[in-house]
């Protein structure tokens, strides 16, 4: 029974890959699975009745997989996911720090989300809250500026700009407000905590 959230959790790190390179990633990564499984087939199919062809089979297959799943290991690939999110969603700007003060300096309330494709946090809490109806009619009704900060590939802007929020990883949400002092809103986001920081605006 135990394999069956493994595979649950095979199915969320694709998906998380997806949203960190792209969908020729992910078809990488489940033909090096597929190899891998072919090689731990052929292995068991040695131990039990022997077999030298099924040997080298098994072993082209291992050399097969490692050699497909090599270059999901470069981490210093360029990520395209923060350009394609914000494509998908128009009101939220990508985050750099240029931006922020620009927005900041022109007067206008920003709200920051700091999220990352693997954060199951994250993910709830946009589509529960962020996404709702109510909270963009919100924001738009307040004029806010919406940035997000995609911290999927740990960038070391957003990394220095949670440090200097006190905080070492994600969700974190803040309300700029002009003339005032930033506003953390809780981890866990609810509606409420939402309408209660723009009430004070």
Same mark, same amino acid.
């Given at each position: ?6 595979? =649950?959790?095979?199915?969320? *790190?694709?998906?998380? +890959? ?10 990488? *990564? ?14 068991? #199919? ?14 082209? !297959?291992?050399?097969? =997989? ?5 270059? +999901? +290991?470069?981490?210093? !690939?360029? %990520?395209?996911?923060?350009? !394609? ?10 985050? %750099? ?6 927005? %900041? ?21 946009? &589509?529960?809250?962020?996404n709702s109806k109510d909270i963009r009619a919100a924001f =738009? ?6 940035? &997000?900060?995609?911290?999927? &590939?740990?960038?070391?802007? #957003? ?7 006190? &905080? ?30 723009? !009430?004070?605006?």
């Amino acid at each position: 029974m135990l394999a069956f959230p493994l595979y =649950a959790t095979v199915i969320w *790190l694709a998906w998380v +890959l997806g949203a960190q390179r792209d969908n020729d990633a992910v078809v990488r *990564l489940l033909l090096s699975l597929l190899s891998l499984g072919f090689a731990l087939y052929t292995w068991r #199919i040695v131990r039990t009745s022997g077999g030298r062809k099924w040997a080298v089979a098994g072993l082209a !297959a291992l050399v097969g =997989a490692l050699t497909l799943a090599w270059p +999901l +290991l470069n981490t210093d !690939a360029d %990520t395209t996911a923060s350009s !394609a999110a914000a494509s998908t969603e128009p009101e939220w700007q990508p985050y %750099t720090p240029a931006r922020l003060a620009d927005l %900041t300096a022109s007067g206008r309330p920003v709200f920051v989300d700091f999220t990352a494709a693997w954060c199951v946090t994250c993910q709830v809490n946009k &589509r529960m809250v962020l996404n709702s109806k109510d909270i963009r009619a919100a924001f =738009a009704g307040k004029s806010v500026a919406l940035v &997000r900060a995609d911290w999927t &590939r740990r960038d070391p802007n #957003i990394t220095r700009a949670l440090t200097a929020l006190g &905080r070492s990883g994600v969700p974190v949400y803040v309300l700029y407000r002009p003339g005032k002092g930033p506003v953390l809103l809780p981890e866990i986001l609810q509606k409420q905590s939402v309408f209660e920081a723009l !009430a004070s605006l």
